[in-house]
């Protein structure tokens, strides 16, 4: 995704000091002094502490820790709702922390909407009301921004729902508004302080695989603030790990539940079902060897032999998955005497995208045991899975 995808926030060297003498503070820090001697020292406290990462288009990028790690101090410091001591947060080409109070306000129009986790709906106002309010604030023509706030409440399942107030929705109808106030406003990130940690563990599941689907549909850029490690791991492209005010670890749930980067990390995984969480793409092997649609059966069947395979995938000229060509369909066809190997591929194997769930694969293979086919979005293949690599993934995963 980050070779494909456009950076959106930009950040770089972030600090925030809470005191009257930030300056000491940083001083302090950069001498190598953590938060406790510094607080200690000073009276200042560091909430953040040299923070640098990007933020890419359209991802949903979660920024955990817990409690005083710094994360809701982060994402008010990306739209400034407090200053910041020290270092730049760039969105398309603007510095935020540099910007005078008319530039700001235009920036946080256009860029940014909140989802908080106490829902700040207005109870005096309908669910339709409270949906347009930021489009009211801004001067939009009412009509329109009936319309929009509408669309907006149908796309997160609301639909019918329009008249009601506050008081007759339950707490999950009640953060589907405020997530479709922040749709309606149209900005560019959308920004969500633990917007699940209020609700019923059954209904912040839902509402977890809610907003996949609805990022899967609109692929909007995303920060995400979170506590709950396992809430990180369902929803989160990536992950941004908070430990003091300072990033311990940032990488794809994957990697870190794969890589910790420390003891820290480690022990904050412990217990999480890693294999819940790996994915094809770990169990993924490359391509020992595949055949072309153009090829004779002859030539498959070299292949074949020359990588001690009873199959080959067959690829087009632009590397998508064709099917699968058998040994046994090989030599028929040459007995036959064809002269191409695309009347005799097989459709009989299963193919999954690299995020698909580890768990799911072992019931996938056949009896005969055909590798599973890891492909992308364009259906080019990118690797395969053998059973044995997926015991292998399963057992270690047990281990840990």
């Known amino acids: 995704m980050n070779e494909t995808r456009s950076v959106k926030i930009k950040v770089r060297g972030l600090s925030k000091v809470f005191g009257k003498h930030p300056k000491r503070a940083l001083e302090l820090r950069d001498q190598g002094l ?31 820790g817990l409690s005083g790690s710094g994360k809701s101090t982060l994402i008010r410091c990306l739209n400034r709702l407090i200053e910041t001591t020290e270092g730049d947060i760039v969105i398309d080409g603007e510095n935020i922390p540099s910007l005078g109070e008319k530039a700001l306000l235009a920036c946080r129009r256009r860029h940014f909407s909140m989802v908080f986790q106490n829902f700040a709906l207005f109870p005096h106002r309908t669910v339709v009301q409270n949906t347009e309010f930021g489009l009211e604030v801004r001067g939009v023509e009412k009509a329109k921004r009936r319309e929009t706030a509408l669309t907006a409440l149908k796309q997160v399942g609301l639909a019918g729902w329009e008249d009601a107030y506050p008081r007759q929705l339950s707490g999950g109808m009640q953060q589907r508004v405020g997530l479709a106030r922040a749709l309606a406003n149209d900005a560019s990130v959308l920004l969500m302080d633990e917007a699940f940690s209020a609700l019923d563990p059954l209904i912040r599941k839902d509402m977890q695989q809610e907003l996949l689907q609805l990022q899967h549909k609109m692929q909007k850029t995303t920060v995400f603030i979170t506590h709950d490690l396992d809430e990180a791991l369902n929803i989160g492209d990536r992950i941004v790990l908070l430990k003091d005010g300072e990033v311990v670890q940032i990488g794809t749930p994957e990697e870190i539940l794969t890589q910790p980067a420390n003891d820290y990390v480690r022990r904050f995984i412990e217990g999480v079902d890693k294999a819940r969480i790996l994915t094809a793409e770990s169990a993924m092997r490359p391509v020992r060897s595949t055949a072309r649609a153009s090829d004779g059966p002859r030539t498959a069947l070299h292949r074949m032999r020359d990588h001690a395979l009873d199959s080959i995938y067959v690829l087009d000229r632009d590397q998508r998955l064709l099917g699968l060509l058998e040994a046994e369909s090989a030599s028929q066809a040459i007995t036959e005497g064809a002269e191409h190997i695309t009347d005799y ?39 395969v899975v053998v059973k044995g690599a997926v015991l292998d993934e399963l057992a270690r995963a047990g281990d840990e």
Request: hydrophobic share 40%; no cysteine; glycine share 8%.
């Open 34 to 64: 953590k938060r406790p001697e510094i607080l200690e020292k000073t009276g200042q406290t560091l909430g953040l502490s040299n923070i640098s990462f990007d933020v890419y288009e359209g991802e949903l990028l979660v920024i955990m």
């Open 345 to 383: 591929l097989t459709q009989d194997f299963r193919q999954v995208g690299p995020e698909e769930p580890l768990h799911n694969l072992f019931a996938m293979f056949s009896e005969k045991s055909f590798p599973i086919a890891v492909v992308d979005d364009q259906k080019r293949l990118v690797g």
